[in-house]
């Protein structure tokens, strides 16, 4: 069985240029999760899909980060522009449903904002 | 809202030796603990979680955790260490409902051969 897949695996911008991430689930996960994980520190959740819903938002920046999950199965997640301090690795996971689902998560990809 | 302590930032142990990686954890009601292991440029891979039940839980490479709810820990234990098991290590937790999972700040491992 195929993992969650992302794409792209490292990405160096500029600062105030817009960038984009893709995730492809596991098949039959209907939840999936954006999170973000700053150099030493446990990733942080910021945005949660049951199905193409985004149920959980409350920690996406707004101003600057949009994501979609058309269909219910991949998802894009977007920097627009991106600032500095969005250096980290993004990581996708997901899971059969929420609760106590396992949450099984891509390598991520590493942003580096110059 | 739930927390986790992972109180040390490194843990080294020599090679065959038993491990202990700690965890604590902070939630209002029942909690969904996990373990979660990270090599460099990898993702997280699951190795544990308690749901309910025995207090034991075994997961993967041989690693177990043992629920403590009295006080409120989690610790991940090995009882002989492998070189190839030094990582980064998660523990993670959330309340029953649609709640988060909140992550530790990680504790790094290093086995010493």
């Known amino acids: 069985e195929a993992g969650v897949v992302q794409s792209p695996r490292y990405k160096i911008i500029e600062k105030k240029q817009p960038v984009a991430f893709w995730c492809n689930p596991i098949s039959g996960h209907n939840t999936l999760y954006w999170y973000r994980q700053n150099l030493g520190q446990g990733p942080e959740l910021l945005i949660r899909y049951e199905n193409e819903e985004a149920v959980d938002d409350s920690q996406l920046p707004k101003d600057r980060f949009s994501a979609e999950r058309l269909k219910g199965v991949d998802s894009t997640l977007k920097i627009q522009p991106a600032e500095l301090g969005d250096s980290a690795v993004y990581l996708c996971?997901?899971?059969?449903?929420?609760?106590?689902?396992?949450?099984?998560f891509g390598p991520g990809t590493r942003l580096l904002v110059l | 809202a739930q927390s986790v302590a992972q109180p040390e930032d490194q843990v080294n142990v020599a090679e065959g030796n038993p491990l202990t990686v700690k965890c604590t954890y902070s939630v209002s009601g029942n909690p969904y603990l996990f373990w979660y292991v990270q090599y460099p440029n990898r993702g997280l891979q699951f190795l544990l979680k308690y749901i309910t039940g025995d207090n034991l839980v075994k997961g993967s490479y041989g690693f177990e955790a043992e629920f403590n709810k009295s006080q409120t820990s989690f610790h991940l234990k090995k009882p002989s260490a492998l070189v190839s098991d030094s990582a980064l290590y998660f523990c993670a937790v959330r309340e029953k409902g649609n709640t988060p999972l909140v992550f530790g700040k990680g504790t790094r491992l290093s086995v010493i051969a």
């Open positions: 996971a997901s899971s059969v449903r929420g609760g106590p689902e396992t949450q099984y």
